[in-house]
C-alpha cells in the first residue's frame, strides 16, 4: 500500500473503489489536511517532483478528483491522484 504523508506522519492511502489498485489521497483526506480551522498554509507535493504552496485560504478547491489551485491569480487544476505528500508551509524568514 502507498503512504501519503500529512505534517510529517503517514497517512494510509485509500483504494479507489472504481479502479482497482489504484489508490490516491481522497477528497475527505484532502480537505481535512489543507481546510484546517484556523487555517495553517501547506505545501503539495506532487508526483512529479514540483510543489505547490497553499498560502491562505481559498487558494485551494479540494474536489472528488481533482482540485483548483490559485497559482499567480491563475485557478490550476491538478489531478489528486498526483499529490504524495502535504506539510506545513514555513514562511521565508526576511
Known amino acids: 500500500m502507498q503512504i501519503a504523508a500529512i505534517d510529517g506522519q503517514p497517512v494510509p492511502?485509500?483504494?479507489?473503489?472504481?479502479?482497482?489498485?489504484?489508490?490516491?489521497m481522497n477528497e475527505e483526506e484532502l480537505r481535512l489536511a489543507v481546510l484546517t480551522e484556523p487555517f495553517e498554509p501547506k505545501r503539495l507535493h506532487l508526483?512529479?517532483?514540483?510543489?505547490?504552496?497553499?498560502?491562505?485560504?481559498?487558494?485551494?478547491?479540494?474536489?472528488k478528483r481533482t482540485s483548483g489551485v490559485v497559482i499567480d491569480g491563475l485557478i490550476h487544476q491538478i489531478s489528486n491522484?498526483?499529490?504524495?505528500?502535504?506539510?506545513?508551509?514555513?514562511?521565508v524568514a526576511h
Open 13 to 24: 492511502r485509500r483504494a479507489n473503489a472504481n479502479r482497482q489498485n489504484e489508490q490516491y
Open 47 to 63: 508526483s512529479d517532483g514540483r510543489t505547490v504552496d497553499i498560502p491562505r485560504m481559498g487558494s485551494i478547491a479540494v474536489g
Open 81 to 91: 491522484l498526483h499529490i504524495t505528500r502535504i506539510e506545513p508551509l514555513v514562511p
